[in-house]
């Protein structure tokens, strides 16, 4: 299988990137008996969207790995399906 590459990421690959992404509503156990109780149960929610400021390890055909920013860092796997917007942090117009 020939290996996904993005120039944009290529560069961004061990630097913080602006990532906006779809978010889901917040799992809780309530919600969790919810759906154990009844598996044909479901919400219809508003899309929700999340940006924050991460740094990019790494990206396949799949998705990509960011890191969160606190020590020791999480991995945190984001599906394109997910991905609204990535940008490295130097070209985000706002800046920081």
Known sequence: MERY???????????????????????????????SEDPMWFSKELLQSRTGVLE???????????????EPPTQVFVPWSAVLEIMSLEDWPLGV
């Open 5 to 35: 590459t993005n120039e944009l990421l290529d560069r961004c690959v061990g630097k913080r990137v602006v990532i906006r992404q779809l978010t889901a509503p917040e799992f809780t156990e309530e919600l969790a008996q919810t759906i």
């Open 56 to 70: 990019l390890a790494g990206y396949d055909s799949v998705g990509v790995t960011l890191l969160t920013p606190e």
